[in-house]
């Protein structure tokens, strides 16, 4: 309790001077002559004074520490922040007095609020200012305090695609493949390749089949994306391989005048129908051989070619026979020869006939 006594000349003191107290609500400022005193007693007696005079003093009330702190916001890489403006209760408050309120606060979002603002953290980017409620500023020492704005990385999904391929055919691994599907890419990105390894099913003897997830498929790079703004999940793809391509061989017709011998099987001759990836003939192991009635036939009449010989781990055949004629012999032709073995009929001088086998 503080007083003033002026003039006191006795050896006295005031013991007690009483007060009413300033209410709690009183708003911030000077209330003059608000502290009122009265009824002095101590040590003095006031018949030994020829006036006492009670001055008043005043109240003041100063600010209460007031402390709003912005709420801290995230949002996924690729989106825009929204929520800012006035009108926001995202925030905190410390110091209200007297069951005071603030209602709303004015947001302003700073770096890090933009789609293409990377993964991070951007401290301070979130401002409050301007509250509002049942509460009047000016009772407070207000101190705001800015939150961090926080973008987390997106979710993408980087597929491979599936793989068909013919049995014998060998898959190679290619670490810079453009074959996959990206799910989640933001702001126009994109990926420039990514890493292919192949597993079961991959090598020409794998059988026929389904050999699934065996498309492995990781380390995407170049494009214009950046891998650290992603969660990634890699899936992997299937390889399917299809029943061995069928090669027809097929045995070529062959016609011959009877002369007692078989026909040279150096001389039979077949085509290929089938071959894949550009393959050719000399990418088959073995060789030609001839079978069926034509191989030891001697005397006029068809025969059949059945050809044979050939293998492969990535073909299976089809083989298709063939014909071999024998015609009548030997041929009598007048002054042309003919490579039709068909009888001639032998003219009147005998000096103009040539006997022979047509080639």
């Known amino acids: 309790m503080k007083f003033t006594v002026k003039a006191f000349t006795a050896v006295a003191f005031l013991a007690a001077i009483s007060m009413p107290a300033a209410a709690g609500t009183a708003a911030v400022g000077t209330y003059f002559g608000s502290v009122t005193i009265s009824n002095p007693i101590g040590t003095f007696n006031p018949a030994n004074y020829s006036a006492i005079n009670l001055v008043s003093?005043?109240?003041?009330?100063?600010k209460r520490p007031l402390t709003i702190t912005a709420t801290s916001q995230s949002h996924t890489y690729g989106t825009t922040l929204s929520g800012d403006g006035p009108g926001s209760t995202s925030f905190t408050s410390s110091?209200?007095?007297?069951?005071?309120?603030?209602?709303?606060?004015?947001?302003?979002y700073g770096t890090g609020k933009l789609p293409t603002a990377a993964v991070g953290t951007y401290p301070g980017s979130v401002v409050a200012s301007s509250g509002i409620g049942t509460f009047s500023p000016?009772?407070?020492?207000?101190?705001?305090?800015?939150?961090?704005?926080?973008?987390?990385?997106?979710?993408?999904?980087?597929?491979?695609?599936?793989?068909?391929?013919?049995?014998?055919?060998?898959?190679t691994n290619n670490p810079l493949s453009t074959e996959f599907i990206a799910v989640g890419l933001q702001n126009g990105e994109t990926i420039g390749s990514v890493s292919i390894i192949y597993g079961n099913g991959a090598e020409p003897s794998a059988a026929s089949g389904t050999y699934s997830g065996q498309?492995?498929?990781?380390?995407?790079?170049?494009?214009?994306?950046?891998?650290?703004?992603?969660?990634?999940?890699?899936?992997?793809?299937?390889?399917?391989?299809?029943?061995?391509?069928w090669l027809t061989v097929t045995a070529e017709n062959k016609v011959k005048c009877v002369d007692g011998t078989v026909y040279p099987s150096s001389d039979y001759t077949v085509t290929f129908s089938g071959f894949t990836d550009g393959d050719t003939p000399t990418a088959l192991a073995g060789s030609l051989t001839i079978n069926g009635s034509a191989k030891t036939a001697t005397n006029v009449g068809n025969y059949i070619i059945v050809p044979g010989g050939f293998s492969s781990e990535k073909y299976s055949f089809i083989y298709v026979n063939g014909t071999l004629t024998i015609n009548p012999g030997p041929t009598v032709t007048i002054t042309n020869p003919s490579t039709d073995c068909a009888p001639a009929t032998v003219g009147p001088t005998p000096s103009a006939v040539t006997v022979g086998r047509s080639p």
């Open 215 to 245: 498309v492995g498929i990781s380390g995407a790079v170049n494009g214009t994306f950046n891998a650290t703004n992603y969660l990634i999940n890699y899936v992997p793809g299937t390889i399917f391989v299809g029943l061995p391509p």
């Open 57 to 62: 003093g005043n109240i003041i009330v100063g």
């Open 95 to 108: 110091g209200l007095q007297n069951g005071e309120t603030i209602s709303t606060v004015t947001i302003a």
């Open 138 to 171: 000016a009772n407070y020492s207000l101190t705001y305090v800015n939150g961090d704005i926080i973008v987390t990385p997106a979710q993408l999904t980087i597929t491979a695609k599936d793989v068909v391929k013919n049995f014998g055919h060998t898959l």
